[in-house]
């Protein structure tokens, strides 16, 4: 029997018009994590039988506001069941990374403005994630370089990971090509020039690599409040903004 939290691409835009619409317009509750999924062993054509579904997880920290951007989950859940074959899960799942059952998402979405602080379990919960194979895609919403969220949170991946953590990944690196092809690099978001941040357009994204694999992928740009809108808003935009993250997922689930 499916579980009923699993939805493949028919599935999720026939439900559409019902209890799709709560979840996409963010006003659902994230399922804190009880039990995990089976691990993903993964396919590696965008065309291939995915064998386990896509969960949407959200690190939970305690220093900051790790639940900014509710309707991220929502909006990149659509744009997986309309580029891909890949079942997803409808609802959002909230870990922590010192939790037992983070390594078993490929896949975990961080984000927030303030302080970034982790516990040496979470720390060591961090590196234990990446080495497995997992992906973290730390999201700074003051894209600013010289932000508290990103000062706090580059200091915290140099202990976790050595002072070379983090270099800005070069512009033919598999993620930007993993699905749809972005040959200039990482798309430009519509926040990174709001006269919030450092007013400045981040032309890379930097990341931890281990084992040929990326481990942590970190944007200054903004992504979380340019995803963050209501699912339906798709249709009016001549560009949607999330097929980037068709592509994160996408490396992340292959």
Same mark, same amino acid.
């Given at each position: #029997?499916?579980?009923?939290?699993? $939805?493949?691409?028919?599935?999720? $835009?026939?439900?559409?018009?019902?209890?799709?619409?709560? =979840?996409?317009?963010?006003?659902? @509750?994230?399922?804190?994590?009880?039990?995990?999924?089976?691990?993903? #062993?993964?396919?590696?054509?965008?065309?291939?039988?995915?064998?386990?579904?896509? @969960?949407?997880?959200? $690190? !939970? %920290?305690?220093?900051?506001?790790? &639940?900014?951007?509710?309707?991220?989950?929502?909006?990149?859940?659509?744009?997986? /069941?309309? %580029?891909?074959?890949?079942?997803?899960?409808?609802?959002?799942? /909230?870990? @922590?990374?010192?939790?037992? *059952? =983070?390594?078993?998402?490929?896949? /975990?979405? #961080?984000?927030?403005?303030?302080?970034?602080?982790?516990?040496?379990?979470?720390?060591?919960?961090?590196?234990?994630?990446?080495?497995?194979?997992?992906?973290?895609?730390?999201? &700074?919403?003051? +894209? &600013?370089?010289?932000?508290?969220?990103?000062?706090?949170? *580059?200091?915290?991946?140099?202990?976790?990971?050595?002072?070379?953590?983090?270099?800005?990944?070069?512009?033919? +690196?598999? /993620?930007?090509?993993?699905?749809?092809?972005?040959?200039?690099?990482?798309?430009?978001?519509? +926040?990174?020039?709001?006269?919030?941040?450092?007013?400045?357009?981040?032309? %890379?994204?930097?990341?931890?690599?281990? +084992?040929?694999?990326?481990?942590? =992928?970190?944007?200054?740009?903004?992504?979380?409040? *340019?995803? &963050?809108?209501?699912?339906?808003?798709? !249709?009016? !935009?001549?560009?949607?903004?999330?097929?980037?993250?068709?592509?994160?997922?996408?490396?992340? #689930?292959?």
């Amino acid at each position: #029997m499916r579980d009923p939290l699993t $939805l493949n691409r028919r599935d999720f $835009l026939t439900s559409a018009t019902g209890g799709i619409a709560a =979840l996409c317009a963010g006003v659902f @509750t994230p399922r804190v994590l009880a039990s995990a999924p089976a691990p993903f #062993m993964g396919a590696v054509s965008r065309r291939a039988s995915f064998p386990y579904a896509f @969960t949407f997880a959200r $690190l !939970r %920290y305690s220093s900051g506001d790790w &639940d900014y951007n509710p309707k991220v989950c929502a909006n990149l859940l659509d744009a997986v /069941v309309q %580029y891909t074959d890949i079942p997803v899960n409808q609802q959002e799942v /909230v870990i @922590t990374a010192d939790s037992a *059952e =983070l390594s078993a998402f490929p896949f /975990v979405f #961080m984000t927030g403005h303030k302080l970034v602080r982790f516990s040496e379990a979470e720390r060591k919960g961090l590196v234990r994630y990446v080495e497995n194979g997992g992906l973290l895609f730390s999201d &700074d919403c003051n +894209h &600013d370089v010289n932000g508290l969220y990103a000062k706090t949170f *580059e200091a915290e991946m140099v202990k976790a990971f050595g002072p070379k953590a983090m270099p800005k990944l070069a512009r033919n +690196h598999p /993620v930007y090509s993993s699905f749809f092809q972005f040959p200039d690099g990482p798309p430009r978001t519509s +926040h990174e020039l709001n006269g919030w941040g450092d007013n400045v357009v981040h032309d %890379y994204l930097r990341g931890v690599e281990q +084992h040929g694999r990326l481990g942590v =992928l970190y944007s200054n740009k903004d992504y979380g409040c *340019e995803w &963050d809108y209501d699912w339906k808003n798709k !249709r009016f !935009r001549r560009r949607d903004n999330t097929r980037f993250g068709v592509n994160i997922v996408v490396y992340a #689930m292959t």
